[in-house]
């Protein structure tokens, strides 16, 4: 993970060019903010703030500050982190599970196999052009993603709230910031937990070994590499080798209940990315064995779900939760393994 540099710090040499603008020959000097929002469509001035912050704009070749002025024929970037989409976002009519919806926002049920935005090998299909064809002028948020103002993994099952507004993107983006939204996740992990409760709390970053994975890190290494994360879980379903909970996020880190899960050695129930599509716990004996593999084609992706979600409302301030049923696949796994607690003599 590239280093966040100060403005002073910053050349520009490890970042990817979003912006280019030129201020004209008569141009009265500017507050490069407001310079940029007469140029950015469906830009917020928080944004454009946040990224002065971190050193990410540009005049004439030098990072500057938010109140830095811009002057005639100067040439005015936005440098990132990450590398601009060179692909057209493509508006395309898939159908949306919207569980709420007003002049400021809604609350799509994201069905497990959707990806949440294009990237790399994912240009269409996803939340994005879905969202692009059902809502006209979506503002965009800090990596230019219409809409969003949080994610899920593309088989994570469940919630997400969108922004209607820029005023809504702003509000809700800084909740989820400042770790006042909540978020509830159930998932199915391999292992008989040892305590009803708990909290997981490990600095996150990219796996050097495996660039598809995040993982914890700690010590010394913590801080350079991962950023602080912390999981709540508790206890709901004891099923033998396998365990049912429910956690709550504090942060939301990629991949962050899958990583932190199998740090504490309770990998997700069929999370190929991490390992969880192998027998973890269990018996040796062959019934056990069909028994599991069958488990994994009724439930083909990682048994996570995002539940619940509550936010205050950018405009009226009430606070407002919404809550969705485990879908079929998660429940008919589940099943499975409460007959197989049952009958446990069974499969030995």
Not at 3 to 31: C, I, M, W
Not at 135 to 164: M, Q, Y
Not at 186 to 212: E, F, S, T, Y
Request: aromatic fraction near 8%.
């Amino acid at each position: 993970m590239s280093e966040v540099k100060s403005p002073e710090q910053n050349d520009g040499s490890e970042l990817h060019e979003h912006y280019s603008f030129t201020a004209g020959k008569g141009q009265e000097p500017l507050r490069v903010d407001k310079f940029l929002m007469n140029f950015i469509e469906n830009a917020s001035r928080n944004k454009i703030q946040e990224a002065a912050k971190n050193g990410h704009i540009f005049v004439d070749g030098k990072a500057v500050k938010q109140n830095h002025k811009v002057k005639a024929n100067q040439e005015v970037k936005i440098l990132l982190e990450y590398p601009r989409e060179d692909f057209e976002l493509v508006p395309e009519d898939i159908p949306l599970e919207i569980v709420y919806e007003d002049d400021e926002l809604l609350v799509v049920n994201k069905p497990a196999g959707m990806v949440v935005h294009p990237g790399h090998g994912n240009r269409s299909g996803t939340l994005v052009n879905a969202l692009v064809y059902h809502f006209k002028n979506l503002p965009e948020n800090s990596s230019r993603r219409p809409g969003l103002v949080h994610r899920i993994d593309k088989e994570t099952s469940g919630l997400l709230v969108v922004a209607k507004t820029d005023e809504a993107m702003t509000k809700l983006a800084d909740q989820f910031f400042h770790k006042t939204s909540k978020r509830e996740y159930i998932a199915m992990v391999w292992g008989n937990m040892k305590d009803d409760k708990g909290k997981i709390q490990g600095h996150i970053g990219r796996n050097p070994k495996n660039r598809l994975q995040n993982l914890v890190f700690e010590g010394a290494d913590a801080d350079e590499f991962g950023k602080a994360a912390v999981t709540h879980y508790q206890v709901l379903e004891r099923l033998g080798y396998i365990t049912l909970i429910s956690c709550r996020l504090e942060t939301g880190r990629t991949h962050q209940i899958r990583v932190h899960l199998k740090h504490i050695g309770h990998t997700l129930f069929n999370d190929k990315r991490y390992g969880g599509d192998h027998i973890l716990k269990g018996t040796v004996f062959t019934k056990y064995k069909q028994f599991v593999e069958n488990a994994f084609k009724i439930l083909p992706r990682q048994a996570l779900h995002a539940k619940t979600l509550g936010f205050e409302h950018p405009k009226t301030g009430k606070w407002m939760q919404f809550d969705s049923e485990v879908p079929e696949d998660m429940q008919n796994t589940l099943e499975k393994w409460r007959k197989y607690a049952e009958n446990r003599s069974l499969y030995e």
